[in-house]
């Protein structure tokens, strides 16, 4: 079973979430959390447990070798990225525009520009009891999220089983990355918070998980400022709201240390218990 | 003539204040900017604007694959050259999955019967809007799932410095994209001054220091605003240390404060919303222009 945490708007708390979320299902049973947010990966911020295995993430890209080569130009022709350029007696690669889709190694007709690794980021994996922690982090430089935030799902479906709880902390927005990340969950929690901006970002989230086919339901973090707007909504279009937490400066303050929230906050005790129970009770998304 | 300048503010975390103080600078700098929104994926700003969305245009970028089931012989040679798994088999026939088709193209030169074609989708919407302060705002809206929001970025800064040149402007005002990828690159590349947003806590000072590297490539003077400072003062102190250790300008700290929320469901920003926190942030809008001579231009 796997369950997305995402949002439109970033800061609403996924990570926040995602942490507590995971950390309190592992205590009964097994549990995958995998940080999505490859850009800026914070949910190891808030785990604590021991590093069981890294890896070096690559990506493939061209390297032009010159022996062969007869200068037809026919890669730059096939290349809709820019990412392969013939000039003068040259061909240059620019590996941050390439999109890995190998057109220009496999269609060059004397195999000149053979496919290399170039590393863009490392998946660390990281255990304590029943908890598994996944975590990817991009390269500063590297343009492009979604090559790596792939090859973690895929890590972690290489790893774990399909009886085990995956939970996904996603990246912000809702374009191409949140896609990747939210592609093959069961299950989609959008967080968000009850303000104008957290309610226009959530319209946004909706809309895309609606357009991907996904069952979604709503958390609403800090809740008591701002106003209704964000129920409203969710009445009206009756998508439940799977819990609540409220608006507390000691959650921030708790949150600001790097610390988990449930074990020593009620109300958020009771909104990871709201959740987990939901999951429990809806497992027909699970295919 | 000199080269306009570029104030752009990015935070790498989302929900620091980000955009409720990007807002704030665009109320104070008043006609004198050209706003651009280059968050085009969650675009906020506009909440707080109130623009009249003047002039809108379609905007299209990339290919996407379309196969033609009449002229497809099911050969499969399309998906066996997809890196990126988008064309799955559905009911017999070889489709292509919008979401996941990255338009290298690939597929439409392998197929032996010419039975794709590819076109330029409409991934979004760009605006020029005249906002309640007066000035002009560039903004877009990102079409759901859509790549290329790099592009969007880069357009909307573009117009949003003809515009500024055009109109002798004192400068263009950006609300930066989250994160280090793409969108934020595109939202750095010819910045003047950098404003990061950030917050004392274990995420903020994390997040911080990766978008800081990014900005250090592009060799940007950088500014920092240090929002709800007072919710952990250890880290506070933290970020301090590493303010003065890379050479950022301090511009202000901003007390935790509920104001911050209140103003922006309010349909304000906070200078117009409260004195205390408004004054704060008015003396930091003071300093970037003092550090960037920023001068009206305006009688």
Known sequence: MKIAIASGKGGTGKTTLSTNLASFIAESRECVLSDLDVEEPNSGLFIKAELIHKEDKFKMIPEWEKSKCELCGNCQTVCNFNAVLKMGKMIMVFPELCHGCYACSELCPTGSLPMKQKKMGELKSYKTGNLNFIESKLIIGEEQAVPLIKQTINYVDDNFGEDVIKIFDSPPGTSCPVIEATRDADFVILVTEPTPFGLHDLKLAVETVKQMNKSFGVVVNRYGIGNDGVEMYCKEENIDIIASIPNDRLIAETYSRGELLYPAIPSVKEAVISISEYIENNKGWAK | ?299
């Open chain 2, 1 to 299: 003539m000199g080269k306009v300048k570029e104030i752009v503010v990015i935070s790498g975390k989302g929900g620091t204040g980000k955009t409720s103080i990007t807002a704030s600078f665009a109320y104070l700098g008043g006609k004198e900017l050209i706003v651009a929104d280059c968050d085009v994926d969650a675009a906020d700003m506009h909440l707080l604007m109130a623009p009249d969305f003047g002039k809108s245009e379609d905007f299209y970028s990339g290919e996407l694959a379309f196969i033609d089931q009449d002229t497809c012989i099911k050969c499969g040679k399309c998906q066996d050259v997809c890196r990126f798994d988008a064309i799955p088999v559905i009911d017999t026939q070889y489709v292509v999955d919008p979401l996941g088709c990255e338009g290298c193209g690939y597929c439409a030169r392998v197929c032996p019967v010419d039975a794709i074609t590819n076109s330029e989708p409409n991934v979004g919407k760009s605006f020029i809007s005249g906002i309640r302060t007066g000035a002009t705002m560039v903004h877009a809206r990102l079409s759901i799932g859509a790549d290329n929001s790099g592009k969007l970025v880069a357009k909307v800064k573009n117009e949003a410095k003809t515009l500024a040149e055009k109109e002798n402007k004192m400068a263009v005002l950006v609300d930066g994209s989250p994160g280090v990828g793409c969108p934020v690159v595109s939202s750095l590349s010819g910045a003047s001054f950098v404003v990061l947003v950030t917050e004392p806590t274990v995420s903020g000072l994390h997040d911080l220091k990766r978008v800081y590297e990014l900005v250090k490539k592009f060799g940007i003077k950088a500014g920092c605003i240090i929002n709800k400072v007072d919710l952990n003062t250890d880290l506070s102190g933290d970020i301090r240390t590493f303010l003065k250790e890379e050479n950022i300008i301090l511009l202000s700290e901003i007390p935790y404060n509920v104001k911050f929320t209140e103003a922006m469901t309010d349909g304000k920003t906070i200078v117009e919303y409260d004195k205390e926190l408004g004054n704060i942030i008015s003396k930091s809008w003071e300093k970037i222009k003092e550090i960037e001579k920023l001068q009206g231009k305006l009688k």
